[in-house]
T-cell receptor, first 115, second 115 residues
């Protein structure tokens, strides 16, 4: 009954490969996110989707392509992996928010290591 | 643009001692402010949030934070540290009403609790 689940949890791959990370939420939220946590633990937003529509794209290389088949899923595909892509990628979800702030629920993270 | 500065990448306290984790923010408008905790190999969990109501906010596990506009601070405190509090803590800011609910995180503070 995990609220936000990501797969795989660990991913080790070679430079130049293409890989995907999947995310699913069962909270009924309409907004999903990808955040990247680098080796210095900085967490930075990459993408945000609301009801399958891209609403935030934070200057991420176009090798990264998010795909949202429905509002419960947001997958991240990465082409031509580079060493600098090594990081922990967190998926999150929330309601879009009305009068108050949206509270994000995070997945456990997917640690990507590019060799 | 909004930003968050967390003073001290590592804080060490004795069990039973006061915990104080510092966070200063920069925002062009009155912000929403958050503290998240990350336990090893887990996702981020919301501790507490400030949404322009009471300036002293109580969260889970005995933590609280006080919003001080004059000091642009939102420091996290707990009167008595417990071993289970050892984790990494992230302060974050968002802009009310901003489409996409983007959270901007600080660099994190690792809390170590000594027995």
């Amino acid at each position: 009954d995990t609220a936000v689940s990501q797969t795989p949890k660990y991913l080790v791959t070679q430079m130049g490969n293409d890989k995907s990370i999947k995310c699913e939420q069962n909270l009924g939220h309409d907004t999903m996110y990808w955040y990247k946590q680098d080796s210095k633990k900085f967490l930075k937003i990459m993408f945000s989707y609301n009801n399958k529509e891209l609403i935030i794209n934070e200057t991420v290389p176009n090798r990264f392509s998010p795909k949202s088949p429905d509002k419960a899923h947001l997958n991240l595909h990465i082409n031509s992996l580079e060493l600098g892509d090594s990081a922990v990628y967190f998926c999150a979800s929330s309601h879009r928010g009305g009068l108050g702030p949206s509270i994000l629920t995070f997945g456990a993270g997917s640690r990507l290591t590019v060799l | 643009a909004q930003s968050v500065t967390q003073l001290g990448s590592h804080v060490s306290v004795s069990e039973g001692a006061l915990v104080l984790l510092r966070c200063n923010y920069s925002s062009s408008v009155p912000p929403y402010l958050f503290w998240y905790v990350q336990y090893p190999n887990q996702g981020l969990q919301l501790l507490l949030k400030y949404t322009s109501a009471a300036t002293l906010v109580k969260g889970i596990n005995g933590f609280e934070a006080e919003f001080k506009k004059s000091e642009t601070s939102f420091h996290l405190t707990k009167p008595s540290a417990h071993m289970s509090d050892a984790a990494e803590y992230f302060c974050a800011v968002s802009k009310p009403g901003e489409y996409g609910n983007k959270l901007v995180f600080g660099a994190g503070t690792i809390l170590r609790v000594k027995s």
